[in-house]
Nanobody, 115 residues
């Protein structure tokens, strides 16, 4: 089993910044791709950003230039630095990690962008 603990969500004004963290622990031999998804009310969950084990990254068009994904392999942790936040970024953000025996999801952290 793998446990994911997310942190860093909250309420921020438009134009502000937040940094999300997701730490993985448990039965892990190798972590492959680490990703952040989000789901807004009434919408489907969508991929925000992903980072492969070799550190290549992929971003949704809506967040390119504003969000940065990174990882600390020594600590099995993935980060999402979110700058220039917009009201449309409001959602529950979930991390997902692909390990040697399957994919695991975090519990989600709420991000609200509002004045």
């Amino acid at each position: 089993q793998v446990q994911l603990v997310e942190s860093g969500g909250g309420l921020v004004q438009p134009g502000g910044s937040l940094r999300l963290s997701c730490a993985a622990s448990g039965s892990i031999l190798s972590i492959y791709t680490m990703s952040w998804y989000r789901q807004a009310p009434g919408k489907q969950r969508e991929l925000v950003a992903s980072i492969a084990s070799g550190s290549s990254t992929n971003y949704a068009d809506s967040v390119k230039g504003r969000f940065t994904i990174s990882r600390n392999n020594a600590k099995n942790t993935v980060f999402l630095q979110m700058n220039s936040l917009k009201p449309e970024d409001t959602a529950v953000y979930y991390c997902k990690v692909a390990v040697n025996h399957g994919d695991y999801w975090g519990q989600g952290t709420q991000v609200t962008v509002s004045s």
